[in-house]
């Protein structure tokens, strides 16, 4: 395990601790928020209380029989990049990043595809694995005509990197399509929703995360299913078999519930034959790239540099 940035050990720290405190004055999120609530959590963006910037470079589209997605296209398209965006299975949007996405298509010469996918509780499991898998299909067959390459890469942070190795996996188990998405880039993703010991020992300390949010958007995304349920490798990707699947970039901070499951992924990911960097990042909380840290910057250098140059 490759621990990074302990130089910035000392500011990632007392950002969290910052947050902590933050966190601590604002009421605790219901069990399940009535309409109104989550209506204004969605609009707001993931980790703040304000909306999100809507780039006019963003375009939305109707794909795949109806799945709805965010598209950047660069002058200069080198690959694609189908993006699954985070929240818990509950929260998030496609347009929800459109400044981090439109910088990564520029730098990195990636048209950028963020999904849109149905959000629980109103769409529990199996709606967003479904949508996400209708999107890399229609981007396996059109990608080429649609963008002029067949160049295509996965990822996303949280939710969105659990949705994302669901994806790989129902493309080569359902379809037989291996070796289309060239790379996965993983951050801070929960990949067993019946609770790794990192996840179950995190206690309530609130950065962002905790062992019960964590319990509480399980239950939302699948309802009714018990610990031993939540362990079918269609609902845990940890519990698949991993063979066949694309070179991947996996993340995690050392203060993350999640630490276990990207550790335990990465070992699976490499054991079943193909290439995984593994990135542990000092004193860094879940979902740390939302906030304006150094960590923050150089997490998302390293993430345009895998994506630039990896499966050409």
Not at 112 to 121: N, T
Not at 226 to 250: C, K, M, Y
Request: charge should be negative; glycine fraction near 10%.
């Amino acid at each position: 395990m490759m621990i990074t940035d302990e130089d910035c050990l000392d500011e990632t720290l007392a950002f969290n601790k910052e947050f902590e405190a933050a966190a601590a004055t604002r009421p605790a999120r219901e069990e399940t928020p009535d309409a109104t609530v989550l209506a204004t959590l969605r609009r707001n963006r993931l980790g703040g209380d304000t909306p999100p910037v809507r780039l006019p470079q963003g375009q939305d589209r109707i794909i795949a029989g109806g799945v709805k997605a965010r598209v950047f296209v660069p002058d200069r398209v080198e690959g694609v990049y189908l993006h699954i965006h985070g929240g818990g299975w509950v929260f998030g949007s496609a347009d929800g990043q459109d400044e981090r996405l439109w910088r990564l298509a520029q730098q990195a010469r990636l048209a950028v595809i963020g999904v849109e996918y149905r959000l629980a509780p109103e769409h529990p499991f199996p709606a967003g694995p479904d949508d996400c898998e209708a999107a890399a299909r229609w981007l396996v067959e059109h990608a080429a005509v649609e963008f002029g390459t067949r160049r295509l890469l996965i990822g996303g942070e949280s939710a969105g990197a659990h949705l994302s190795v669901l994806t790989l996996l129902r493309l080569r188990d359902r379809h037989g399509i291996t070796g289309a998405f060239r790379a996965a880039h993983l951050l801070f993703g929960p990949y067993d929703l019946s609770m790794t010991p990192s996840q179950r020992s995190f206690g309530p300390k609130r950065l962002l995360s905790n062992t019960d949010t964590l319990r509480r958007t399980y239950e939302l995304f699948t309802p009714g299913m018990g610990a031993e349920q939540r362990r079918n490798p269609e609902v845990s990707p940890l519990f698949a078999d991993l063979t066949g699947l694309p070179p991947a970039r996996i993340v995690v901070g050392t203060e993350d519930p999640l630490l276990d499951d990207s550790l335990f992924l990465a070992r699976r990911w490499q054991a079943a034959g193909s290439p995984v960097e593994l990135s542990v990042v000092a004193g860094a909380m879940h979902g740390f790239t939302l906030f304006p840290l150094t960590v923050t910057e150089r997490e998302l250098q390293r993430e345009q540099d895998f994506l630039s140059t990896t499966g050409r």
